[in-house]
């Protein structure tokens, strides 16, 4: 694409504005409008600046819950840092903060928004929830960073004037985190889910069981968590959520407007389940509980049918704790199951997880056997995958069957950023922030349709990690990155000028307490 072509496109796109020029702000103060993360899909900045004030109001549909549980988060979000009431009303006529959906707006769609600022009032506008949730997320970073502070701070808290219309390229946004090689607790995983919010991630994907651990209690199969859980890598207590935990941190994501991917990986990653019950070994001797970091060495029984009593049990119960669409079962890595095992075991499950009728998510070498209708295949292939095993998928994707792409080279935010990064693996190289943001989902996997990508991901794998700011460091600042590329139209997607925005984030972070990688490439100082 020639610079002029492309530059026309950046103003029709609507970000001329985010130029690359040193962060300066708009004339009166506020974030230039559209200076967020991610890039707005259209941005017409003008008009005076809204400014909140101890008179500020919230005002939301009296019609509508989500509307007013919007705005009592929001408020919750401002008032600690504004020291203001910010009550919310349903008295939705007047000035102030206007909370409003549309049911005639339906160009917006499941998660589009309009904010519209100017001198007297803050409104946005969307179709559904989602949509309003993410125009929330917009102005908070449209205020200073301070605003995230929880403790008070002074104004002017202003929001520049202006337009901003938006919404997703792709319907799929999704980080994940493992919760097995180190079990991490209710509150942390609330924690990492409000800082994908940030973003406007709508999906987390919890890798819920593997070699190390099994993570989530099942009724039928109790020693899965009570002895499958009961370590992780290293060697320490482990630890499970019992239903009533999950089902709050499904609430919660919720609440964030982020639905929960469960993952069962099978047939491998399986050890934690083989050394609960010796009847899913073929030999029917229960391994050791194993806290290493080796992979691919175990494998239920494919034979058996106490394995898919076993499936059956676990999906159906699991389903049940599931509001949302999909269900994620791995597929991964089956070193110790023969190609033709693993081609029967694969298409026997899928059924059993279209039976409880969820939607069946797999890692991309569910390509190797038959994806059912409608079954999403997760791409974490690298740049040195085999052009076989590339064709593969890509004939998969023409096929029908849509993808996820979450290559490791990329979007992992377990690999370390350099030689030097303390915590991490290195194994599909090293991941600096640039490299992790600059492609394009679109026309990454070659011969893929573009039609068949329905989004990114960002994996969190926990060999190495166990604490939240060992998360956070790796997380800052790649995933925002990966939630860009999952959210703003490609035609916004530069470097140069997200580099600018990224670095723009980073007071956001300290606000927040987010201790992040001070990567050389994003000119943190302006
Ligand atoms: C691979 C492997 C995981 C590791 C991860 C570490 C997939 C899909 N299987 O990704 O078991 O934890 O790498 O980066």
Request: aromatic share 8%; proline share 4%.
């Given at each position: 694409m020639g610079a002029l072509v492309g530059a026309a496109l950046l103003v029709a796109a609507g970000i001329g504005a985010l130029g690359t020029a040193p962060a300066t702000a708009a004339p009166d103060g506020a974030t230039p409008l559209g200076r967020i993360v991610p890039a707005p899909a259209k941005v017409t900045p003008g008009g005076s600046a809204y400014e909140i004030t101890a008179k500020t109001r919230i005002r939301?549909?009296?019609?509508?819950?989500?509307?007013?549980?919007?705005?009592?988060?929001?408020a919750d979000v401002l008032r600690p840092s504004t020291g203001y009431r910010l009550p919310v009303t349903?008295?939705?006529?007047?000035?102030?903060?206007?909370?409003?959906?549309?049911?005639?707006?339906?160009?917006?769609?499941?998660?589009?928004?309009?904010?519209?600022?100017?001198?007297?009032?803050?409104?946005?506008?969307?179709?559904?929830?989602?949509?309003?949730?993410?125009?929330?997320?917009?102005?908070?970073?449209?205020?200073?960073?301070?605003?995230?502070?929880?403790?008070?701070?002074?104004g002017p808290w202003l929001v520049a004037g202006g337009t901003v219309e938006d919404s997703p390229r792709y319907g799929y946004r999704s980080a994940m985190l493992d919760v097995s090689r180190h079990f991490f607790s209710v509150d942390k995983v609330k924690r990492y889910i409000d800082q994908l919010a940030l973003y406007k991630i709508n999906k987390l994907h919890l890798h819920l069981s593997d070699d190390q651990g099994w993570r989530i209690a099942i009724d039928s199969w109790p020693r899965l968590a009570t002895y499958g859980g009961s370590t992780q890598v290293g060697g320490g207590a482990g630890g499970h959520y019992t239903k009533a935990q999950y089902k709050d941190i499904v609430r919660y994501a919720a609440s964030r407007y982020l639905e929960v991917v469960p993952e069962i990986d099978m047939p491998s990653h399986t050890n934690a389940a083989l050394a609960s019950y010796a009847e899913l070994n073929?030999?029917?001797?229960?391994?050791?509980?194993?806290?290493?970091?080796?992979?691919?060495?175990?494998?239920?029984?494919?034979?058996?049918?106490?394995?898919?009593?076993?499936?059956?049990?676990?999906?159906?119960?699991l389903a049940a704790l599931t509001p949302g669409k999909y269900l994620h079962?791995?597929?991964d890595e089956a070193h110790s199951t023969s190609h033709e095992d693993y081609v029967t075991f694969m298409n026997r499950v899928q059924p059993i997880v279209a039976k409880y009728g969820k939607t069946v998510v797999g890692w991309h070498q569910l390509t190797e056997a038959t994806p059912i209708k409608g079954a999403l295949a997760q791409y974490w292939g690298l740049d040195g995958t085999s052009a076989a095993e590339k064709a593969?998928?890509?004939?998969?994707?023409?096929?029908?069957?849509?993808?996820?792409?979450?290559?490791?080279?990329?979007?992992?935010?377990?690999?370390?950023?350099?030689?030097?990064?303390?915590?991490?693996?290195?194994?599909?190289?090293?991941?600096?922030?640039?490299?992790?943001?600059?492609?394009?989902p679109g026309n990454y996997l070659p011969g893929a349709?573009?039609?068949?990508?329905?989004?990114?991901?960002?994996?969190?794998?926990?060999?190495?990690l166990s604490e939240s700011a060992q998360v956070e460091y790796m997380a800052f600042p790649r995933l925002p990155g990966v939630a860009e590329l999952g959210w703003s139209p490609a035609a916004t997607h530069d470097w140069n000028t997200y580099k600018v925005r990224l670095a723009e984030q980073a007071p956001r972070w300290d606000a927040l307490g987010i201790a992040y990688y001070k990567s050389p490439q994003v000119p943190w100082n302006g």
């Open positions: 939301v549909d009296d019609a509508s819950k989500d509307a007013r549980r919007i705005g009592g988060y929001l349903d008295d939705d006529a007047g000035d102030g903060i206007r909370l409003e959906l549309s049911a005639k707006d339906k160009a917006l769609g499941a998660e589009g928004y309009r904010l519209t600022s100017t001198g007297r009032s803050v409104t946005i506008v969307a179709h559904a929830p989602a949509g309003l949730f993410h125009g929330v997320q917009t102005l908070r970073q449209q205020l200073p960073a301070k605003a995230e502070s929880d403790s008070r701070q002074s073929c030999d029917g001797v229960a391994p050791p509980l194993y806290t290493g970091t080796e992979v691919g060495f175990s494998s239920l029984c494919v034979n058996k049918q106490v394995t898919y009593d076993f499936v059956d049990d676990v999906v159906r119960e079962i791995g597929g593969q998928v890509a004939a998969a994707a023409k096929n029908g069957t849509g993808l996820v792409i979450s290559p490791a080279d990329r979007t992992y935010l377990d690999m370390k950023y350099t030689k030097d990064t303390p915590l991490g693996l290195a194994w599909a190289g090293y991941v600096e922030v640039q490299r992790s943001y600059d492609w394009d349709p573009a039609a068949a990508v329905k989004g990114v991901e960002a994996p969190m794998w926990s060999e190495t």
